[in-house]
């Protein structure tokens, strides 16, 4: 189980980051989140109802998982 829980928190902190980061081949590559807005041009407009409906389906998918990964 810490196991998954480093692995997630890792994950969180990647897709979170504002640093730029170099592939393997030296490229760069945007995350999600970084200040630069040339890459991303998005804007979401997500109501409190969409998030937790977002936030069930993804925990009822997760959590399974780590239920049977930790199980093997």
Not at 3 to 10: E, G, S, T
Not at 27 to 41: A, L
Not at 50 to 55: G, I, K, Q, V, Y
């Amino acid at each position: 189980m810490k196991k998954l829980l480093f692995i997630a928190i890792l994950s969180i902190t990647v897709i979170f980051s504002q640093e730029e980061c170099k592939g393997p081949d030296g490229d760069s590559k945007p995350t999600p989140f970084r200040h630069d807005k040339s890459f991303i041009k998005y804007s979401y407009n997500i109501t409190i109802e969409d998030f937790l409906f977002c936030s069930a389906i993804f925990f009822s998918i997760v959590i399974p998982s780590f239920l049977i990964i930790n199980k093997k």
